[in-house]
C-alpha cells in the first residue's frame, strides 16, 4: 500500500500531512504483518501436517521414539495454529483455512511419499528452520508497525520452532555448538 500524492493534499499543513503519511505508513505495516503472519499459519500448518503424516508412516529402529516425538510435536502445533489465526482476527483479518489457501501461501513445501526416519528428521528440521524464518520477519513488521501483542506472539513461535528443530538435531546426536557447563 503506497501512500499517494493525491492522498495526501498539499493544501495541508505540514504538521498534517505528516500525520498523514505516517498513518498511512503505519496502515500499510499493520496489512503486511497480517499477510506475513498469514504466510505462518500456513507454514505452521503444512509443517504439522507433515509431521502428522511421518507419525503415522514412520518404521525402523527409531519407530516407538520417532512415533512419539513426531506426535508430541504435532500436538503442540495443532494449539498454535490456533493461537496465530485468533490473533489474526484479533488485529482486524479473516484468518486463511482451507488446503488451497494454505498451500497458496506457504513458503514451506510439502513433502511428498514416505522416507526412512533420518530423512523425516532432516527434512523436519529445514521446515522448522523455514517456519521460525517467518515469524522472525512477522516479528520485525509488527515491531515497525508498534504492535507490541503480534510481535510477542511471533516471538514465541520462533522459540517454539527452534525448539523442535533442537529436539530434533538431538536425535541425531552431534548438534551442540559449545558445551557451557563447568569442566
Ligand atoms: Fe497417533
Avoid: C
Avoid at 496465530?84 to 513433502?111: D, H, W
Amino acid at each position: 500500500m503506497e501512500t499517494t500524492a493525491k492522498e495526501i493534499s498539499t493544501n495541508d499543513s505540514t504538521d498534517a500531512r505528516v500525520a498523514k503519511f505516517d498513518e498511512q505508513q503505519r496502515k500499510a505495516l499493520y496489512v503486511a504483518t497480517a499477510r506475513k503472519m498469514a504466510t505462518g499459519l500456513a507454514d505452521i500448518y503444512s509443517a504439522m501436517l507433515t509431521t502428522q503424516n511421518y507419525h503415522w508412516n514412520v518404521e525402523g529402529a527409531w519407530f516407538k521414539q520417532l512415533h512419539e516425538l513426531f506426535e508430541e510435536q504435532y500436538r503442540a502445533m495443532f494449539e498454535s495454529v490456533d493461537v496465530v489465526a485468533e490473533r489474526l482476527r484479533a488485529i482486524g483479518f479473516y484468518a486463511p483455512g482451507t488446503f488451497s489457501e494454505f498451500q497458496k501461501i506457504s513458503s514451506v513445501p510439502e513433502m511428498q511419499g514416505t522416507q526412512d526416519g533420518e530423512t523425516m528428521i532432516l527434512n523436519l528440521i529445514r521446515i522448522h528452520q523455514s517456519v521460525a524464518e517467518t515469524f522472525k520477519s512477522v516479528a520485525e513488521i509488527a515491531s515497525h508497525a508498534g504492535d507490541i501483542g503480534t510481535e510477542d506472539l511471533a516471538v514465541a513461535r520462533v522459540r517454539e520452532h527452534q525448539k523442535f528443530e533442537w529436539m530434533l538435531k538431538s536425535t541425531l546426536g552431534g548438534q551442540s555448538r559449545m558445551d557451557t557447563r563447568p569442566n
